[in-house]
């Protein structure tokens, strides 16, 4: 079989997986997850015209002359309705989020107005005796404040129904869920969503010369890293996966614990995908009805990573050199894992650096460099993080991304400008983002 491409082999794991069906959950159990419906909102929001500041609200035309003083009538708390209507030189002291009484058509925040004492009132600007009673009057005297700005009509209002409007589209099918999205959710008073269903993944080590993560140490073996490092990408998804455990290179035992993971939607085999006499993956998962689409991609580290569905169930080999096993995971199965899940966007985020030394690199496979990133003035920089070789984990274990060297490549100069694929973080985008 021909090497494919880490694109062409990419285009064969998205062809081959589609989006899951949809659940139900609980608000507070939908971070992460897809919407699988569309939300609408339940009324205007806000439900009518409010301060945007603690302030008064006025009437703009009353601040034809600077400084202005003005009446207040009332007092509206964040919560209550007011219950005057306000007319020329009053206004009402008012809270942000507080409804706007009738009659205002703007606030004024309480930093641009002073407080007026009695005191400070020229006689001609009191109330008239006689129109008022003496304890009203008391009142008034200090219910009187000094407006320092003009403002134009509007200012710092919120409009009814400036967020969203009753029965609006505010949240399409397929949108992540985000702790924004949630209060979205929230205002709309979704107390359960539909989100797409999660895939069951299982992970399968394979391998005579596997140690048990509980098993005593034997200088003789190999320690099982490949389930767990595995286990930590899967559950960075959002995603609890079920190890199975390790499988000795047999082809019987081989069979039993293929078997066992092809009940789940997704099974991840780590080790025995290469050409060795005991590599017994290929034909054994094939016995079981499997069918392989690929098992080399022109691709260092990983190159023997194979792909097969079984009916619905998808099946990647991952090699186990655990570098390889870690790239792979991040090349094929993030962006089949997210796809099932409902996003629309499968990859991770590239951006672009400058390399901080030189690269060497044979014509051929597309290279995944493990790299530290650093942000300069002119942009950021990728240091590799050492060895490179695909069982060297603490390359893996210390890198902030994957530059991707071409294969065309005759290898990079130090400052020559490189794709870096992030491996943290929760923002993906469309594509791959790199030229193989
Ligand atoms: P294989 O792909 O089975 O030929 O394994 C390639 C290399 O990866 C060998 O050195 C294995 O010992 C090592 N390896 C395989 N599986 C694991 C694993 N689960 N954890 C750590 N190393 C592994
Ligand atoms: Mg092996």
């Known amino acids: 079989m021909e090497y494919l491409s880490v694109a062409a082999a990419q285009r064969v794991v998205l062809e081959s997986v589609a989006t899951f069906g949809a659940e139900q959950v609980k608000l507070e159990q939908s971070l992460g997850r897809v919407l699988a419906e569309e939300v609408r909102a339940n009324r205007d929001q806000p439900p009518y015209d409010i301060s945007a500041m603690d302030g008064y609200a006025l009437r703009s035309t009353d601040l034809a002359k600077i400084p202005a003083t003005l009446e207040i009538i009332e007092d509206i708390k964040a919560g209550d309705m007011p219950t005057k209507t306000l007319t020329p030189g009053q206004c009402a002291r008012i809270m942000t989020g507080a409804p706007i009484p009738q009659g205002a058509d703007a606030v004024i925040r309480v930093e641009d107005t002073e407080a007026v004492s009695a005191e400070a009132l020229s006689p001609n600007s009191l109330p008239q005796a006689g ?14 404040v000094q407006i320092n700005q003009a403002v134009k009509p509007g200012n710092d209002i919120r409009r009814l129904g400036e967020n969203m409007r009753n029965g609006e589209v505010v949240l399409a099918p397929g949108t992540a869920i985000t702790p924004g999205v949630i209060g979205v959710l929230a205002t709309v008073k979704r107390a359960q969503v539909q989100v797409y269903r999660r895939p069951r993944v299982a992970i399968l080590s394979t391998g005579n010369e596997l140690e048990g993560l509980d098993e005593p140490v034997d200088p003789n073996k190999i320690p099982n890293s490949n389930s767990y490092a595995l286990m930590g990408q899967v559950q960075a998804l959002g995603i609890e996966p ?12 081989l069979a039993r614990y293929l078997k066992r993971g092809l009940e789940y939607d997704v099974l991840l085999v780590s080790g025995g995908t290469s050409v060795g006499v005991h590599d017994y993956v290929r034909p054994t998962i094939e016995a079981l009805g499997a069918q392989m689409l690929f098992w080399r991609v022109a691709m260092k580290p990983g190159h023997p990573v194979a792909f097969g569905k079984a009916d ?11 570098v390889s096993s870690m790239v792979c995971f991040e090349e094929f199965v993030v962006p089949a894992l997210r796809r099932m899940m409902g996003h629309a966007r499968t990859h991770r985020r590239t951006i672009q650096a400058r390399m901080t030394h030189n690269v060497k690199h044979q014509p051929g496979r597309t290279e995944f460099i493990r790299v530290l990133l650093a942000q300069e003035p002119g942009g950021y920089t990728a240091t590799s993080t050492g060895a490179q070789g695909s069982g060297m984990l603490l390359s893996m274990a210390r890198a902030d991304g994957l ?34």
């Open 403 to 436: 530059a991707v060297v071409p294969g065309d490549s005759a290898g990079l100069a130090a400052g020559s400008a490189v794709t870096v694929q992030l491996l943290d973080g929760t923002v993906f985008q469309d594509d791959a983002g790199f030229r193989e």
């Open 242 to 253: 079920v190890l199975l455990g390790i499988a000795r290179d047999d082809p019987e035992e």
């Open 131 to 144: 129109e008022r009673d003496s304890a009203s009057l008391r009142e008034n005297l200090f219910d009187r």
């Open 312 to 322: 619905e169930k998808i099946i990647f080999g991952l090699p186990g050199n655990p």
